[in-house]
């Protein structure tokens, strides 16, 4: 009981002090509107949100999946040859410093408008953690493991996928996690760019009419889809590798 009701009541007494807010001082909706002004602009428009809603999370979950895909073969490839690693490695975080925002507007120019430029920046909001996590994973294995491994006359391989891969999952599902917050983050940033779609161009448009409860409707729907994919991801985690909370417990 108190692994839900501590969450429900901690998400209560945020709303109620929101609330509260907003009557002591007099805030006008169009500046920060009440919890039943939301409410009102989601049942005045729930099918517009609520395809919207869906258009950001057709664009998150292919830019996620691309990027677990992607983030985990530059990972095993990194550290599988070492070579590799000190000459791309350098490469890769000058490339994850570059601000997402400024190569939003190039995506567009580059792969035109439509989903494409969207799911792009997604996998490049979201790969680089899980490289890093993954990594970290892969690189951590206790010797005593390897030494296993070739007591038992294991090949480089067999180390790889049966010790190293398994031990580094905890590490895999921690960079996992990051990325999919980053995900939601993604899309908006492209939808922001390109308000052709999705929640983020709710909140652009409806932010020129100055329909602030609309957008904060929005905002809300958001904030429901991350915690969603990221319990989702949680909930996978507990499912492939229910050995790492008896190790971390």
Partial sequence: MNRWSQPILGVLGAIALWWGATRVFGIRPLFLPAPPDIVAAFRA?????????????????????????????????????????RATLPVL??????PKVAVAPLLVVWLGFGSRPKI?????????????????????TPAELGELGR????????TYLKIRLP???????TGLKVAVSLAVIGAVVAEISQPGGGLGAVIVLSGMSFDTPLAFAAIVLLALLSTMLFYLVVALERLLVPWSRAISG
């Avoid at 792009?120 to 951590?140: K, N, R, W, Y």
């Fill in 151 to 158: 007591s038992l006359s294991a090949t480089g391989w067999q």
């Fill in 45 to 85: 428009q729930p099918g517009y949100l609520l395809r919207e809603a869906g258009a950001t999370l057709t664009v998150t979950v292919a830019g996620f999946v691309l990027a677990v895909v992607t983030g985990l073969f530059v990972a095993v490839s990194l550290t599988a040859w070492r070579s590799l690693e």
């Fill in 120 to 140: 792009v920046l997604v996998l490049l909001i979201c790969v680089f953690p899980i490289v890093v996590a993954t990594m970290a994973g892969l690189t951590s």
């Fill in 167 to 173: 031990w580094a999952l905890p590490q895999v599902f």
């Fill in 93 to 98: 975080v000058a490339l994850n410093s570059v």
